[in-house]
């Protein structure tokens, strides 16, 4: 299975709106942030071209958000 990272999730009005209603439901965050993350069953591996022009289509020129060292990461 290939995993690739995708793009935000929401925008930064959006995720400030969430970490206020957290906050005010007792909830302590640090840092927010939502991104896609795709995933693609394959009968055989991509080739690197492939595999570029598959995140090409799937990230629509967007940048892909990176998980930093350290952070929690919860798949939804």
Do not use: C, H
């Amino acid at each position: 299975m290939l995993s690739i990272p995708g793009q935000s999730a929401l925008s930064p009005f959006r995720l400030r709106k969430l970490a206020n209603r957290l906050q005010k439901a007792g909830i302590d965050v640090g840092t927010l942030g939502a991104a896609f993350v795709y995933f693609a069953e394959l009968e055989k591996p991509l080739a690197a071209d492939g595999k570029r022009k598959l995140e090409n289509l799937l990230l629509s020129g967007e940048k892909a958000v990176a998980q930093q060292p350290g952070e929690r990461l919860q798949i939804v």
